[in-house]
């Protein structure tokens, strides 16, 4: 999975209550992403960091916070969960426009249930 | 847990035989494309791209056409394996590549019959 590791890989939570999905790599890649995946949906993009301190909203960014603070690390948070949210979580890597590398890769998931 | 897979279309084929999973995408814009191949509760993972001034790029058993005149992307697997058996989708840039965000589609099933 391209040094990238995601914790925890199963959650049950209540709803109501917050929670913290990481996403770790080692390929000191510029850009990271965190997406949700859900049946008859896709991958939907919740939001993106184009580098330290640096992050921008996706397509379903509502109830959902992110932070970097460090260019391995990628924290999505969702500070009051609701049922809605139940779904599989992946972060994804990718170099940058920059590179010409616009690939990106993807972690093994986080699944997540709110109860 | 539900599947990625329900509610996809499926394409079933015989082990062996060659394969071919069709995309259709939206900007005229676009630059760039990718195919990814999600098996059962892993992450997605990359198999080919393609920039648009290629119309064809070959893997290793796999190879991308592109055909920018109706937008339509295809993935064709040669002599399809048990372990083909995954969802494919496929992905394009957003905006030409301005925003390093890509666009994913729902994705197609595929299931490999030995």
Not at chain 2, 94 to 105: C, R
Request: aromatic content about 10%; hydrophobic content about 30%.
């Amino acid at each position: 999975d391209a040094g990238i590791t995601q914790s925890p890989r199963h959650k049950v939570t209540e709803t109501g209550t917050p929670v913290t999905l990481r996403c770790h790599q080692t390929e000191n890649h510029r850009y990271m992403y965190w997406y949700r995946q859900d049946p008859g949906h896709g991958l939907r993009l919740i939001h993106y960091s184009y580098g330290v301190k640096d992050t921008d909203k996706g397509e379903v960014s509502d109830g959902y916070s992110v932070s970097r603070s460090k260019t391995e690390d990628f924290l999505l948070t969702l500070e009051s969960a609701t049922s809605s949210q139940t779904s599989v979580y992946f972060c994804a890597i990718s170099e940058g426009a920059g590179t010409g590398a616009y690939e990106q890769y993807f972690g093994p998931g986080t699944r997540l249930t709110v109860t | 847990g539900e599947s990625v897979g329900l509610h996809l279309p499926t394409l079933s084929v015989q082990e062996g035989d060659n394969s071919i999973i069709n995309c259709a995408y939206s900007n005229s814009a676009s630059d760039y494309f990718i195919w990814y191949k999600q098996e059962s509760g892993k992450g997605p993972q990359f198999i080919i791209d393609i920039r648009s001034n290629m119309d064809k790029r070959q893997g290793q058993r796999v190879t991308v056409l592109l055909n920018k005149t109706v937008k339509h992307l295809s993935l064709q697997i040669a002599a399809t394996q048990p372990g083909d058996s995954a969802v494919y989708f496929c992905a394009e840039n957003e905006y030409g590549g301005a925003t390093n965000k890509l666009i994913f589609g729902t994705g197609t099933l595929l299931a490999v019959q030995p």
